[in-house]
């Protein structure tokens, strides 16, 4: 689902129009996005917007990077001669509550600026039920904005970046570039372990981590301030150049993290107001959240398997078994010629609303429901999808030839979750599958309702 939103306060990651060669030189709107990514994993962007006085020349060479990321730039100019009063933070409030007015899907709302004028705003959109999210430099962050955003990102500020830490970076041949001069120490100690565990990843990431904890300075920093998941990320990534958490059956990088370190002296932790992070068991801070270890039990359960298939294409956001049953059931009756998916929801809705009032415990038919259905038989690839290239909300379907019953469609929906569940996780174990698949009892359609709303 698109449901994020990111605003760039260009001026306050520039600090002000005197900024330095140093600064616009380092500054990467893409590291951003890395890392925000990285720590909160969002879902997609639908908008992303950055402020500034783009008719400003020393700001030339960061247009080819917004054209890269699709950030829309908005040109601002300011209400004084000299810049030192701009309007970019006035507008960037104005777009805010505009969208939280007329997009609705938009439900994270990601502000990319220090700047304390902003609370007001954060407080206006949590009034609207969306979540806040505020990203900047640690050392040039308002105390205000960061308690009332509901997390708070911090990014390293550009100006810090000096020659020297440049001259850190590492790049091995067929493996990405090590920035973090925290992951640089363990270079040499990431290698001798690379070597020794050729094929148990799991293992080899257990060990990556117990590094950071045997390192004095690392530990230090790990008991102190914690270690953010971007720095184990990049530790990980040089260990194994195509990691993804997914291979292993994780959705999300943070859950595969609570899997690994089970049985160890380490945990994942998560303050009120920011990011995960990495410390020791013994040294975890006061009020914080402590993430649970994950099992091989949690891997193999219902909410799991939902959650993995809800992440990644094909997607499969499953609605509860009765109406998934009851749409195939209408599907293979009223076969797709060409119809609009709007259309398709609509007709589908209104004859199981009514059919539903002679079905014994069948009382949770909505819009919502039956359109998770028609998007998971489409993701199965029973439909002819037109035109291609657009949105399904803008398609017309029609029914390919060969799907002719309800356990046609059901056989393929199966066959298509099954596959995707064993590119993660294997085996798959058909227990589990059944239980989020069958409509046998009330019991699977709590499941099932429970999987759709965690998604």
């Keep these: 689902m698109f449901n994020v939103a990111i605003f760039y306060d260009i001026e306050n990651l520039l600090k002000g129009y005197n900024f330095s060669q140093n600064l616009i030189n380092n500054l990467s709107l893409k590291e951003i996005v890395r890392i925000i990514n990285e720590t909160q994993e969002l879902e997609k962007i639908a908008v992303q917007r950055a402020y500034a006085n783009w008719s400003d020349p020393r700001l030339g060479n960061m247009r080819h990077e917004i054209n890269e990321l699709g950030i829309d730039p908005i040109q601002v100019f300011g209400f004084s001669r000299d810049n030192k009063k701009n309007a970019a933070d006035i507008q960037l409030t104005i777009d805010a509550i505009d969208i939280a007015h007329i997009r609705h899907n938009i439900e994270v709302y990601i502000i990319v600026s220090g700047d304390g004028g902003f609370a007001a705003l954060a ?240 009382d949770n038919v909505n819009t919502e429901a039956v359109k998770l259905s028609i998007l998971c038989f489409a993701s199965a690839d029973i439909f002819e999808q037109t035109p291609e290239g657009v949105p399904i909300s803008e398609q017309k379907l029609t029914l390919k030839a060969n799907y002719t019953t309800a356990k046609n469609l059901l056989s393929a929906l199966h066959n298509a979750i099954y596959n995707k569940l064993a590119n993660s996780i294997s085996p798959v174990k058909e227990t589990i599958l059944a239980k989020i698949l069958s409509s046998d009892d009330d019991q699977n359609d709590q499941t099932l309702h429970i999987c759709s709303n965690q998604n």
């Design 123 to 362: 407080k206006k959109l949590h009034e609207y039920g969306k979540t806040v999210i505020a990203c900047a430099y640690p050392n040039m962050s308002n105390r205000i904005l960061k308690a009332v955003c509901d997390v708070f990102i911090p990014i390293p500020d550009p100006e810090l970046i000096n020659p020297e830490r440049q001259s850190l970076k590492i790049t091995d041949t067929n493996k990405p570039p090590v920035n973090d001069p925290k992951v640089v120490r363990l270079i040499p100690k990431i290698r001798e372990l690379v070597i020794n565990h050729t094929e148990d990843k799991i293992a080899l990431t257990k060990a990556i981590l117990r590094l950071f904890a045997e390192d004095t300075n690392l530990r230090r920093i790990m008991m102190e301030e914690g270690i953010y998941l971007s720095t184990i990320r990049e530790a990980i990534r040089y260990a194994i150049p195509d990691f993804q958490q997914s291979n292993f059956g994780f959705p999300k990088f943070t859950e595969f993290l609570q899997y690994v370190c089970k049985d160890t002296p380490l945990c994942l932790v998560r303050p009120e107001h920011s990011s995960v992070f990495l410390t020791t068991k013994n040294s975890v801070p006061h009020g914080v959240e402590v993430l649970p270890e994950l099992d091989s039990e949690y891997l193999h359960s219902p909410s799991h398997y939902c959650s993995i298939l809800a992440t990644g294409h094909p997607m499969f956001r499953l609605p509860p078994p009765k109406v998934l049953n009851q749409t195939a059931e209408w599907i293979s009756q009223n076969p797709f010629e060409e119809m609009p998916f709007g259309t398709a929801i609509e007709n589908i809705t209104a004859a199981l609303s009514s059919k539903s009032k002679n079905i014994e415990n069948f």
